[in-house]
């Protein structure tokens, strides 16, 4: 997960294109036409590769001489033959190389892999970025860079492309060049043995020409690598995949691959789309969407019908309608000149003008209710769609909310649709187009939400007796076993506020008859059989003596023809059905070899219910996150309104103790609670299946493909008699830090950013407070007022490399705090971090005079030299006895 070297491959200075003569494609011919048409600046050259002499033995490969070091370079020749190419271009100095189409689908599947493992280890030693194998290329327009072999050129824009399909690179740039859109890149990534979808996500997340990124993948090597850039991407920029691949199950649990990969892109914030017809409209719509606040949609069209199936298909997905205010009814009622009620849809005269088109357009936006408005506009004989388009743009162009145009028809329409598009306006051929793109805006807002949720390390809001949970577990893998007895099982979900039905035992219909009156009806029983293992058949939802006296008789009958030498030693009984009338549920965790631990919840396999779903989601939870599932899972959809909250606050409850548990016990591997019970007053799981393994080491959050706010670095501390909180710093924290930016004196600030700038952009205050706590940290000291309101003193945060060979810091005090120790406190803190992340290498740079900073740094045994810039110091900490220092390597 890195991007060194990756300024490289997308802001090369100069460019080589090395082809083997024998190599079959035509790639280099293609690519070599690309980069003249681009307008790339710096200089392109051409080598040849081949073999030394056609007398020599072995196969030892030269490249001709070049005129100059490449920084990037395009490699044109068959697989087997790449890594001599690429170890001659690590001596010349290439840092990034695409190694394009060749023969490899010649190859038998070990044969690539042994090529892609030499490729790797003939860049490795010069730190040589890798993409492809099989790579069509990248465009980077902001460079006038084709380096690729797409049919049709790109347009400059702020889209970014990254796919998994050359042919899907080249449908999209070609259908947005008809759009008249544009992109900032587009990359296709080939076999990513190297450069990844994660470190292109890295790359783009921090472009300034890049304001949105399209993705078409189909899978990835390392979930957690994955979502950390996926996430880091979302945090500033809308992110929109469509992705392929295979549909089967994960693995043996319940969902499929497709769920487990939807449930990842909503975590991360992304928005998902289904077709590559999806695709082309989502591409559109990142040109072209303004920020959205809310959700309420008000749909006018010119005529009933068409209003309402716009309608129904906005409510059919769970969109939300927009209420007119009255102020607004009375509006558009004297405008239209109609007594008859107005509501939404709106439905406009047949005869209205273009004129009043405008108007009534013009009266909803300004209605305080409505979020975004849709046009829905038919073949007309009193008003021409050229006409209405040329009076509804000027009004769309001055409002600040997204319209949606939806022109309904055929060539009568088709004029407004390209008036539309060169006044930069949304516009649609159908009212389903049209629902989806501003329902993928919702859901990107809603996904959004679900991005900024830091559920923590911690149990916040109940204490878990997890030195129990932890003693259960370890006496069952020290017996040997990899499945929790039924008691076991249940002592260790009581550790965390979990329920579980006790099995009462009865050792005649008499005692179970009465045992069934002591806990209450209904019951489920079970026979028992000596010296057996379990009999799993039972009867379900006993109401009367009379009903445990016919299920006894029942099961006795059963065992006699299934186990005939067998005897029957007693019976087994439960609580049964819940009293709430919501369908039983099951609830589990799989664990998933690419994403981790994976928590589901659906209909338990027994119900058979048609109200509830199945739902996925990764861990860490906390409330609102398990809030969500509950949702989509609508095990409560058809309970009265006035237990419904309850009843899903109750699951979600049990779905954050269930995540909690995962978090502090490693050696659960798999969970199956099924039936589970939900009544208003809590949960109770029936049946209850925990599977167990023994840990080389301890994983703890590790093993989630997504890392929790880790709570337990904060710390409380007395500072000259003011009480400070040391902690994590957190999404919530962006207007406090730009609080404490702005406290700088402007000496300070060029200080800390080597620019007397103090109001740093709202999409960089993001950046630094929605951080991934998996690949960096920062640390704030804060403090609260009389009010309660807390308050930033400072920061120090640090940025590792991926092999966490080194770190780079920064820290900053507010200006009246200066020389009383808070710096020497923050500093202490992230080191003590740095060190207990394995970090090798402590890194900092200052200004040449910023004597408090070296003195502090010193103090604390940083070594100081003079930095690459001009007054500029490098401070260094090497923070293990046994590091060497990297700098070569970075």
Known sequence: MTTRNLEFLFRPKSVAVIAE???????ADVVLRNLAAGGFCGPVMTASAQLRSPFAIGDRMRIDTLEAVPDLAIICAALDKVPQIITQLGVLGTRAVIVGPSVRDKMSASQSLAAFKAILDAARPDLIRVLGPGSGGLIVTAQGLNASVAPVTATPGKIALVTQSASVTSAVLDRAYSKGIGFSSAVHLGASIDIDLADVLDWLAADPDTGSILVQFDSVLSGRKFMSAARAAARNKPVVAIRGGLTGRASSAPFTTDDLYEAALRRAGWVIIDTLGDLFEAAEALARVRPMRGERLCILAN???????????????GGQLAALAKNTVKQLGELLQTSAKLGNPLALPANITPEKWAAALTAVLTDGGTDAVMTVCSPSPFASSTAVATALCPVIEASARNVFTCWVGGSAMLEAQHIAAAHGVLNHDSPANGIAVFLGIV????????????PPSVAEDFSPDSAMARSVVSEAITAGADLLSAHSARRLLRAYGIDAAEHHLAGSIDAAIQTAETIGYPVDLFLTLANAPEFEQAATGLRSSADIHMAARGLRRSARAGHPGLRASGYRLRPSIPRSGVPALRLGVSEDPLFGSVIFLGPSVAARSNECRLAVALPPLNLALAHDLVARSRFAELAPDDRREALESAASKVLVRLSQLLTDIDEVTGVELDPLHVEISGVLALDLRIHIAKRGQKLGHRRFAICPYPKELEHSLDWNGRTLLIR????????ALSELLNSLA?????????????????SQLARFTQIDYDREMALVATERDSDGNERSL??????????????????????????QGLGR?????????????????????????????????????????TGVERGTVDLCLALREDEKTPHAAA
């Not at 859901?443 to 830091?454: D, E």
């Open 746 to 762: 402007p000496e300070d600030a060029r200080m800390r950013f080597f620019d007397t700038m103090r109001n740093l952009p709202r």
């Open 21 to 27: 003569p024998r190599e079959a494609s035509r790639y």
């Open 825 to 865: 406190l923050l500093l202490q803190s992230i080191i003590n971090y740095a060190r207990s992340r394995g970090i090798g290498e402590l890194r900092g740079e200052t200004l040449s005079g910023n004597l408090r900073m070296q003195r502090l740094a010193q103090n604390f045994g940083f070594q100081l030299k």
């Open 728 to 735: 994590p710093i957190r999404p919530e924290d962006e207007t």
């Open 303 to 317: 005529g009933h019908g068409l209003g309402r199936l716009a309608g129904d298909a906005l409510l059919r997905s």
């Open 794 to 819: 400072g920061e120090v945060r640090v940025v590792a490399d991926p092999d966490t060979l080194f770190a780079d810091f920064a820290i900053v005090v507010r200006s009246e705090l200066k020389g």
């Open 443 to 454: 859901n990107y807002l809603r996904n959004r939400q679900l991005l900024m949720q830091m």
